[in-house]
């Protein structure tokens, strides 16, 4: 496999590198064997494989079975600044090798980075069984595939960098598993099961959007190939992203159009306005907590080295100051029952940033979807939950929210939760809408048809049954 990877890296003239990723592949696929999509190993289906970063190349359809995928390492393109454009190391030259003083911080960000990436595909390996059409079939394939070439690339940079310690921290990427009691993934929004689309679709919105703004922030950094990797990986990441925010405007739309015509959703198969808000709550509080503590060290350090930015910190304009040295982010903290403001040095409060950043980005996938609903007449509305609730990081995970911020003490949670949160009745009616429509052209009835890939239409035969 090694002979036909596409790759811009030099591979064939590295012998060492190659001689190392020859050592893990086999260990790769067969982890992509026991934990990529059960029951579709064998088919042939219609994706797309990088074969370079131009735009011809990035993006090219044919049919493929999953198992012999070409997974490319691809750099994006040089940037345009040769400097480091913020923190303490602001205007010197970008790293091309990781400096010794700099070394654990920076394997800790890829290693965090590259272990979500097989977590993804262990979360979604069962849903292939109940795809609500071919193209969802197909979408969620290409999603998985995506996911595992965002793992070689950062395996590649950890084989290429950090030496045996990377090699060790490779190997351990394909021995954890999401969910696994004594094995878990490292981040906790990772081990959470993925039951059904809607909670695909979620995922993909919610939390491959946390992706989109950690890959970003990596992307204006001071290691040269860290951030030309996540750059690339943002092209991919664009796609998943769109699988989630279409998915739950297909599901909205179908029950707009049901409660538009006098029918209850629930008793024709399809999903309750409320349901779909439940599981909206459910992953976007889930994801807030991958941004991390609003008051952080570690966010500090990664500024003032320049190993970590702001979502597009280098967009001119955009930030009139890359020091942040002596400013501050207010925070509303509530301290004995009241609420107050909390001064954080703004250095420190790197990771508040980036989740406003996500907020206000998530808010337009929301305004969309809530588009539909007024376009069918329907008066409901779908919210954000508030960045308070639910929380298990950071300043308000020691208390109890409801979903609009506002403190409630346990007692009053207990009671109020499975109006906010998915129940196991709400799974079961779900679980039940999850009838798998394989045939071209057709589609389930619980939402509305997508569009086609790739160029081709809807019924196009996007998985071939061998």
Same mark, same amino acid.
């Given at each position: 496999?090694?002979?036909?990877?596409?790759?811009?890296?030099?591979?064939?003239?590295?012998?060492?590198?190659?001689?190392?990723?020859?050592?893990?592949?086999?260990?790769?696929?067969?982890?992509?064997?026991?934990?990529?999509?059960?029951?579709?190993?064998?088919?042939?289906?219609?994706?797309?494989?990088?074969?370079?970063?131009?735009?011809?190349?990035?993006?090219?359809?044919?049919?493929?079975?999953?198992?012999?995928?070409?997974?490319?390492?691809?750099?994006?393109?040089?940037?345009?600044?040769?400097?480091?454009?913020?923190?303490?190391?602001?205007?010197?030259?970008?790293?091309?090798?990781?400096?010794?003083?700099?070394?654990?911080?920076?394997?800790?960000?890829?290693?965090?980075?590259?272990?979500?990436?097989?977590?993804?595909?262990?979360?979604?390996?069962?849903?292939?069984?109940?795809?609500?059409?071919?193209?969802?079939?197909?979408?969620?394939?290409?999603?998985?595939?995506?996911?595992?070439?965002?793992?070689?690339?950062?395996?590649?940079?950890?084989?290429?960098?950090?030496?045996?310690?990377?090699?060790?921290?490779?190997?351990?990427?394909?021995?954890?598993?999401?969910?696994?009691?004594?094995?878990?993934?490292?981040l906790d929004a990772f081990n959470?099961p993925i039951k059904d689309w809607?909670?695909?679709?979620?995922?993909?919105?919610?939390?491959?959007?946390?992706?989109?703004?950690?890959?970003?922030?990596?992307?204006?950094?001071?290691?040269?190939?860290?951030?030309?990797?996540?750059?690339?990986?943002?092209?991919?990441?664009?796609?998943?992203?769109?699988?989630?925010?279409?998915?739950?405007?297909?599901?909205?739309?179908?029950?707009?159009?049901?409660?538009?015509?006098?029918?209850?959703?629930?008793?024709?198969?399809?999903?309750?306005?409320?349901?779909?808000?439940?599981?909206?709550?459910?992953?976007?509080?889930?994801?807030?907590?991958?941004?991390?503590?609003?008051?952080?060290?570690?966010?500090?350090?990664?500024? =003032?080295? #320049?190993? $970590?930015?702001?979502?597009?910190?280098? *967009? +001119?304009?955009?930030?009139?100051?890359? %020091?942040? /040295?002596?400013?501050?982010?207010?925070?509303?903290?509530?301290?004995?029952?009241?609420?107050?403001?909390?001064?954080?040095?703004?250095?420190?409060?790197?990771?508040?940033?980036?989740?406003?950043?996500?907020?206000?980005?998530? =808010?337009? #996938?929301? $305004?969309?979807?809530?588009?539909?609903? *007024? +376009?069918?007449?329907?008066?409901?509305? %779908?919210? /954000?939950?508030?960045?308070?609730?639910?929380?298990?990081?950071?300043?308000?995970?020691?208390?109890?929210?409801?979903?609009?911020?506002?403190?409630?003490?346990?007692?009053?949670?207990?009671?109020?939760?499975?109006?906010?949160?998915?129940?196991?009745?709400?799974?079961?009616?779900?679980?039940?809408?999850?009838?798998?429509?394989?045939?071209?052209?057709?589609?389930?009835?619980?939402?509305?048809?997508?569009?086609?890939?790739?160029?081709?239409?809807?019924?196009?035969?996007?998985?071939?049954?061998?």
């Open positions: 496999m090694l002979d036909t990877i596409p790759n811009n890296v030099n591979l064939s003239e590295n012998p060492k590198l190659q001689r190392a990723l020859q050592h893990w592949l086999p260990n790769f696929l067969e982890w992509w064997k026991e934990m990529g999509p059960e029951g579709f190993q064998d088919e042939r289906i219609y994706l797309r494989t990088a074969i370079g970063v131009g735009q011809g190349g990035w993006a090219n359809f044919d049919y493929v079975k999953m198992p012999e995928y070409r997974w490319g390492i691809f750099l994006a393109n040089p940037r345009p600044a040769t400097t480091i454009g913020f923190g303490d190391h602001m205007g010197e030259k970008l790293w091309d090798q990781v400096p010794g003083e700099h070394r654990k911080e920076l394997r800790r960000l890829i290693v965090t980075q590259g272990d979500t990436e097989p977590a993804s595909v262990e979360q979604q390996r069962l849903l292939g069984h109940s795809a609500p059409s071919l193209v969802d079939l197909r979408n969620l394939f290409q999603v998985n595939v995506e996911e595992a070439r965002h793992l070689w690339a950062m395996v590649y940079l950890l084989h290429s960098y950090f030496g045996a310690d990377g090699r060790d921290e490779a190997e351990d990427m394909l021995e954890r598993r999401s969910g696994h009691a004594d094995r878990p993934r490292i959470k809607l909670d695909l679709y979620c995922f993909t919105m919610f939390t491959d959007r946390d992706g989109k703004f950690q890959l970003a922030s990596l992307a204006e950094g001071s290691f040269d190939p860290l951030a030309r990797s996540t750059r690339f990986m943002l092209m991919e990441e664009a796609f998943h992203l769109s699988v989630g925010d279409t998915g739950i405007a297909r599901v909205v739309r179908r029950t707009a159009e049901l409660m538009k015509e006098g029918t209850e959703p629930a008793k024709v198969g399809a999903i309750p306005l409320e349901i779909i808000q439940k599981y909206i709550n459910e992953w976007a509080t889930a994801s807030y907590d991958l941004f991390g503590g609003e008051d952080s060290s570690n966010a500090a350090a990664y500024f =003032s080295t #320049g190993v $970590k930015g702001r979502f597009e910190e280098s *967009e +001119e304009g955009k930030y009139p100051d890359h %020091l942040a /040295l002596d400013a501050a982010y207010t925070a509303p903290v509530l301290e004995n029952g009241k609420w107050s403001k909390r001064e954080i040095p703004l250095r420190r409060a790197m990771n508040a940033c980036l989740l406003d950043s996500y907020i206000e980005d998530c =808010s337009k #996938g929301l $305004k969309r979807w809530n588009g539909i609903l *007024e +376009e069918h007449g329907i008066g409901e509305r %779908l919210r /954000l939950p508030s960045t308070h609730c639910n929380r298990a990081v950071g300043l308000y995970a020691d208390h109890r929210f409801d979903v609009e911020g506002e403190p409630l003490d346990e007692a009053a949670w207990q009671r109020a939760k499975d109006k906010w949160f998915p129940t196991q009745a709400d799974y079961d009616l779900v679980k039940r809408s999850m009838v798998p429509v394989l045939e071209p052209g057709k589609v389930a009835n619980w939402l509305a048809p997508p569009r086609g890939v790739g160029g081709k239409p809807v019924d196009f035969q996007y998985v071939q049954f061998h």
